[in-house]
């Protein structure tokens, strides 16, 4: 299968997705669409040498941080991540690839130079969609759901979308985090850019 970037997704690669909480289903569907074989991870077993790479998804970043230190992945993941294997997180995963919390004392995995301010765009009723240019993708639909945004990004990241100035998604090496939910639109190319960074591997 060709991807619209032009590279070949190979149906074999093996994606994990945290399942714990929040809007896992929905990466699950998308990467489906490209052919990609996913594995839900909900606990330490779960979490395989076998994966080409993993998905934070949406959803609560507190709470998915408490259940992944209650189920052991914590510190195998944080590992992992420091190793090279590719992940992409989107909304609560961006706050949990973030070495930096401006308004939250929490820190989780410190993978990436940033500086994140939760619930940037105010509570669920401050939700909204809107069209964003992303370097190296194109224009995409992007869901804004009591989403945060980027108030600084340290050495190597490389700042891909902004939206009203405000940076919302981030590329460093292997790392790939978004502001959005791009898993909640028909529109396939950040999965299919993700995908392609898993390849290069």
Same mark, same amino acid.
């Given at each position: 299968?060709?991807?619209?970037?032009?590279?070949?997704?190979? =149906? $074999?690669?093996?994606? !994990?997705?945290?399942?714990? +909480? &929040?809007?896992?289903?929905?990466? %699950?569907?998308?990467?489906?669409?490209?052919?990609?074989?996913?594995?839900?991870?909900?606990?330490?077993?779960?979490?395989?040498?076998?994966?080409?790479? =993993? $998905?934070?998804?949406? !959803?609560?970043?507190?709470? +998915? &941080?408490?259940?992944?230190?209650? %189920?052991?992945?914590?510190?195998?993941?944080?590992?992992?991540?420091?190793?090279?294997?590719?992940?992409?997180?989107?909304?609560?995963?961006?706050?949990?690839?973030?070495?930096?919390?401006?308004?939250?004392?929490?820190?989780?995995?410190?993978?990436?130079?940033?500086?994140?301010?939760?619930?940037?765009?105010?509570?669920?009723?401050?939700?909204?969609?809107?069209?964003?240019?992303?370097?190296?993708?194109?224009?995409?639909?992007?869901?804004?759901?009591?989403?945060?945004?980027?108030?600084?990004?340290?050495?190597?990241?490389?700042?891909?979308?902004?939206?009203?100035?405000?940076?919302?998604?981030?590329?460093?090496?292997?790392?790939?985090?978004?502001?959005?939910?791009?898993?909640?639109?028909?529109?396939?190319?950040?999965?299919?850019?993700?995908?392609?960074?898993?390849?290069?591997?």
């Amino acid at each position: 299968m060709r991807g619209s970037h032009g590279f070949v997704i190979r =149906v $074999i690669m093996k994606i !994990g997705v945290f399942a714990l +909480q &929040g809007a896992f289903i929905e990466h %699950e569907r998308a990467l489906a669409k490209l052919g990609v074989e996913t594995a839900e991870i909900r606990r330490r077993a779960h979490f395989t040498d076998g994966l080409d790479g =993993v $998905i934070l998804p949406g !959803g609560e970043s507190t709470v +998915q &941080g408490k259940l992944m230190r209650e %189920e052991g992945l914590f510190e195998p993941v944080k590992q992992a991540i420091e190793g090279g294997l590719p992940v992409f997180g989107t909304c609560a995963g961006l706050i949990l690839l973030a070495n930096e919390l401006t308004n939250d004392k929490n820190v989780y995995f410190a993978a990436l130079d940033v500086s994140v301010k939760r619930n940037a765009y105010g509570r669920q009723l401050g939700s909204f969609r809107t069209a964003l240019p992303v370097k190296g993708v194109g224009e995409v639909e992007a869901v804004f759901i009591r989403a945060p945004y980027i108030e600084r990004t340290g050495k190597g990241v490389e700042v891909l979308a902004t939206y009203a100035e405000k940076i919302v998604a981030v590329r460093r090496g292997r790392i790939l985090a978004t502001a959005f939910h791009p898993e909640l639109t028909d529109d396939l190319r950040l999965h299919e850019y993700f995908i392609g960074m898993a390849k290069q591997r």
